[in-house]
């Protein structure tokens, strides 16, 4: 099975810039998108962005539009999210995930479209 690990979260000041990774267990696997989503404490976990794998098409909260951007790379299917502009109201644990067979539909920003879900990285921005 997939495994997908984050890594690049820490602690910036407002403002400052991220880049996380999300990097699969595979190099090559079936998979049609993978996205990000993030929680905050006491909050339910929200979408960010996602990445049809395909056509490399994107989806973004418009809280995260010109701010976050999502990509892919093709040689070990890891999956990026450029953070920009940060602010507190970003802190959460950002979580990978990846839509695997069977297709999970065409709504991106549904949680239940996604079967396989990383352990989250923490991401942290103070004022």
């Known amino acids: 099975q997939v495994q997908l690990e984050e890594s690049g979260g820490g602690l910036v000041q407002a403002g400052a810039s991220l880049r996380l990774s999300c990097a699969p267990s595979?190099?090559?696997?079936?998979?049609?998108?993978m996205a990000w989503f993030r929680q905050a404490p006491g909050k339910e976990r929200e979408f960010v962005a996602a990445?049809?794998?395909?056509?490399?098409?994107?989806y973004y909260a418009d809280s995260m539009k010109g701010r976050f951007t999502i990509s892919r790379e093709n040689a070990n299917s890891t999956v990026y999210l450029q953070m920009n502009s940060l602010k507190p109201e970003d802190t959460a644990v950002y979580y990978c995930?990846?839509?695997?067979?069977?297709?999970?539909?065409?709504?991106?920003?549904?949680?239940?479209?996604?079967?396989?879900w990383g352990q989250g990285t923490q991401v942290t921005v103070s004022s």
């Open positions: 995930a990846a839509d695997l067979p069977p297709y999970g539909g065409r709504v991106y920003d549904s949680l239940g479209k996604y079967d396989r």
């Open positions: 595979k190099r090559t696997f079936t998979v049609y998108a």
């Open positions: 990445i049809q794998w395909s056509d490399r098409s994107t």
